[in-house]
């Protein structure tokens, strides 16, 4: 399996909790690397940040074969 990493910042009152926040820079990952096409495993992880801060920051990473 290949193994694909992104750094996404999002801003931190755009949603209501941290698991929404990462959807939201999934999300942001998948556009950025125009494969949501293809099927991968995707997770988030927050680096920096809480809900309600200027940016949260997280490490997007995608598991294809």
């Known amino acids: 399996m290949k193994r694909n990493h992104y750094k996404v910042a999002v801003p931190g ?3 209501e909790t ?4 990462g959807e939201i820079a999934i999300n942001e990952a998948r556009e950025r690397a ?3 096409c293809m099927p991968a495993t995707w997770i988030a992880r927050r680096v920096k940040g809480n809900v309600g801060d200027w940016n949260v920051t997280f ?3 995608r598991w294809h074969r």
């Open 13 to 15: 009152d755009c949603a």
């Open 18 to 21: 941290l698991r929404e926040l």
């Open 34 to 36: 125009r494969l949501y």
């Open 59 to 61: 490490n997007v990473y």
